[in-house]
Nanobody, 121 residues
Framework: VQLQASGGGLVQAGGSVELSCKVSGGSFSGYAMTWFRQNPGKEREWVASVRWATGNTFVEDSVKGRFTISRDTRVNTMYLQMNRLKPEDTAVYYC???????????????WGQGTLVTVSS
């Protein structure tokens, strides 16, 4: 399974950005797809997950109501719509995939390359 993340960039506080993660290779219909984020010197933290087969979503409390995770099985792509962005949302965002729907990075074998989102104040 290969993951290709895109969509990061520079955005002003209060703005919006949508990240994409294109999935290819193998059979991933039973997988959970997840977004993590990481700042320098900090651990990679879980942001949101979606079950590929059902579309069921799970979002971290601190971003709930601002971030929306989704997937489009027609184009094998997962999305993270981020609204009302704050400077503390600045991070490299990574997409990941595996069978377990987990908040731990250790449970994911497949990772995208990361895309930087910078929110200016």
């Amino acid at each position: 399974v290969q993951l290709q993340a895109s969509g990061g960039g520079l955005v002003q506080a209060g703005g919006s950005v949508e990240l994409s993660c294109k999935v290819s290779g193998g059979s991933f219909s039973g997988y959970a797809m997840t977004w993590f984020r990481q700042n320098p010197g900090k651990e990679r933290e879980w942001v949101a997950s979606v079950r590929w087969a059902t579309g069921n979503t799970f979002v971290e409390d601190s971003v709930k109501g601002r971030f929306t995770i989704s997937r489009d099985t027609r184009v094998n792509t997962m999305y993270l719509q981020m609204n009302r962005l704050k400077p503390e949302d600045t991070a490299v965002y990574y997409c990941a995939a595996d069978y377990s729907l987990s908040r731990s990075t250790r449970d994911y074998r497949y990772w995208g390359q990361g895309t930087l989102v910078t929110v200016s104040s």
